[in-house]
T-cell receptor, first 114, second 114 residues
Framework: GAVVSQHPSRVICKSGTSVKIECRSL??????MFWYRQFPKQSLMLMAT?????????EQGVEKDKFLINHASLTLSTLTVTSAHPEDSSFYIC??????????FGQGTRLTVV | AQSVSQHNHHVILSEAASLELGCNYS??????LFWYVQYPGQHLQLLLK??????LVKGIKGFEAEFIKSKFSFNLRKPSVQWSDTAEYFC????????????FGAGTRLAVHP
């Protein structure tokens, strides 16, 4: 299957700093990328949907100024957690699809804010 | 609230036992249904999906699932599990068509003992 790569796989940052997570589709063009967040022993929660070249659509309750999403090219979307706090510590997962073909998932990024 | 429910959080089986994992959703109308698997340390992978047609769908690695519209269910089955099926299994629903806005269940962790 197609490959979606996330980087970094783990990151520890200090409270108040910003962290950028990259999601790349390695062998296909991702017209749409999705960002999820997973709390321990809970489901994946959709945070936002981004389409290449346009603004992301955020789910209810997700702060768009805190979780900045950029989908500047057909192979790259970034999620920036701004002014991170310990409650932002979580597992963040992206998935990518090309016009309703199968959505492929990245391996996830574990963010720890200390 | 609209949701996807997986009945079992943890299932332990011996090899060759039969498996059935429950999944119920609470949306009316047309839905697309998915089962994903996450093997230890790996990405989420699509096991099978239902968009339309035959409500009994067959996926990879001998898995199948049956969509019962009247019961809002999409249970996953495998007649004889193997140790290599040890993984976490997620049921997901999309109401917008294709792979858009997947709503995930909390997951079921399956452990298969030799």
């Amino acid at each position: 299957g197609a490959v979606v790569s996330q980087h970094p796989s783990r990151v520890i940052c200090k409270s108040g700093t910003s962290v950028k997570i990259e999601c790349r589709s390695l062998d296909f063009q991702a017209t749409t990328m999705f960002w999820y967040r997973q709390f321990p022993k809970q489901s994946l929660m959709l945070m936002a949907t981004s389409n290449e070249g346009s603004k992301a659509t955020y789910e209810q309750g997700v702060e768009k100024d805190k979780f900045l999403i950029n989908h500047a090219s057909l192979t790259l979307s970034t999620l920036t957690v701004t002014s991170a706090h310990p409650e932002d510590s979580s597992f963040y997962i992206c998935s990518a699809t090309d016009r309703d073909t199968e959505a492929f998932f990245g391996q996830g990024t574990r963010l720890t804010v200390v | 609230a609209q949701s996807v429910s997986q009945h079992n959080h943890h299932v332990i089986l011996s090899e060759a036992a039969s498996l059935e994992l429950g999944c119920n959703y609470s949306y009316g109308g047309t839905v697309n249904l998915f089962w994903y698997v996450q093997y230890p340390g790996q990405h989420l992978q699509l096991l099978l999906k239902y968009f339309s047609g035959d409500p009994l769908v067959k996926g990879i690695k001998g898995f199948e699932a049956e969509f019962i519209k009247s019961k809002f269910s999409f249970n996953l089955r495998k007649p004889s599990v193997q140790w290599s099926d040890t993984a976490e299994y997620f049921c997901a629903v999309s109401r917008l068509g294709g792979y858009n806005k997947l709503i995930f269940g909390a997951g079921t962790r399956l452990a298969v003992h030799p």
